[in-house]
């Protein structure tokens, strides 16, 4: 029979198709140095953990030289190992390691930026208004008198105009640069041949060493209207129904698509396949199912499933329109509850679901909606089941299998995320789901690092311990536990992983899908309980009923 193990130890050429993804913030994942904050070589020693809960593939954050303005997505150079995470030659056994263990290897490529510690960025404010190092930037001259006003209206996702403004060496204030994150992050000219070339030189250096495969950061941002348009108030995503040519002046620019068919062709150009995940938030699906043509990128994240709120009818329309759109571009879906952007699926369901107001799903959005925990661990554990019981590949945010909650209550003067000092502290930031993992109920850093080291990097919650790994290991109602059933399941199923559904009419308020040969999911997302169809139960995420199915409870079923 046919089942993903086997198809992984046949040296599927399609691996990526159905795999299990799982998300390292290498920060915040384990501290072997014991200097608070996470390295390789901490990645390393919990390479079993990994194996045991049954990964196909590690995603680690940027690992690359930065100087930390926004936790490493400002990359100073793109072809070495920041030294606080450790060395080249930790990251080399690192992958050794984690191939050996069948893992593979996912790196994070920041396109759309730099760091302004980079040197060509150095370069271009030493070289001045009109020099060639200035073109592998967005450099303008200001609007309004003395060029004292930005150049355009557009606003940086951490508050403010998305411009900052250069002294010249004459220490006269000059031209003003191009950044949508934060001021240390300038957005580099992907109209010019050498920031084509430096990039396409690091995949090849790194695929060189191995890694299989690049998550690409801010994917539909890379291309600029020509003429830096202003915005003028545009919608983004754009609304459906938005007429065909009608385009924002800075996501998802049409141009951005040649740049990753060159990229695919650097991919396809080494044996076994080397695969990319767009990180591309653009809401309607065939503007993201454009970037997974078959001469493009390989998958992308469905942040539209993220963002569903936990009401079945949502969650119905979501699958339906991804699956469709994917289809028809023969790429798979991806399922995806959580990363280190947004707030912890635990916290994020625990909310009143029908109160969840659109738009990016970061606890900012949250902050005023009560919070009932228990029943947003519940669908948690149901929407694991979810995500991966349906057609194609699924990530894991590290910790997720641990039910973190968001850590809310950081106060402000200790949170790091520049979003904080970007909105003057109107926006309290990401933090809250990149706190350091509890690996141990206790020591001075659950685990995270040796007793006795430096404090971790975020202040950790005093009962953090209860949700550590070893608090939960060999619990059955844990959700360590639920992740490791699920994922074994998983992995010997020959009807999971990529392919096809079909749905169940179970009542409205119910999820219910079969998929070949044999398997069903149902998912129960109203408030009585429902009945199930006959059938062995493989895995549920909680106590079932004598024969139904609970309120915000799922269950895999093996049917005859
Ligand atoms: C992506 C990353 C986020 C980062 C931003 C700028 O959205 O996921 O963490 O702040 O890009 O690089």
Redesign the pocket.
Known sequence: MTTLRSREAAGDTDWWRSAVVYQIYPRSFADDNGDGVGDINGIRSRLPHLARLGVDAIWI?PWYPSPMK??G??VSDYRAIEPVFGTMADAEALMAEAHALGIRVILDI?P??TSDQHPWFQAALAAGPGSPERARYIFRDGRGPGGDLPPNDWRS??GGPAWSRVTEADGRPGQWYLRL?APE?PDVNWDHPDVHAEFEQSLRFWFDRGVDGFRI??AHGLVKDAGLADVAGLEFPLPDGTPEGVEHPHWDQPGVHDIFRRWRAVADSYDGPRVFCG?IWVGRDHRLTAYLRPDELHTAFNFNFLMAPWLASALRETITSTLAAHAAVGAPATWVLG???VCRPVSRYARPQDRVREGFPSLQGYLGLPADLDAGRRRARAAALLSLALPGGAYVFAGEELGLPEVEDIPLEARQD?MVAGTGGANIG?DGCRVPLPWTTDGSSFGFGPDGGAAPWLPQPPDWGRWSTAAQEGDPASFLELYRAALSVRGGHPALGDGALAWVDAGPDVLAFTREPGFGCWVNLGTDPVPLPAGRVLVASGPLGDGALPADTAAWLALG
């Open positions: 954050n926004d936790a997505y400002d920041v759309n930026h996702e951490f994150f992050q950061d801010v990180e990363n280190h952007d520049p990401r």
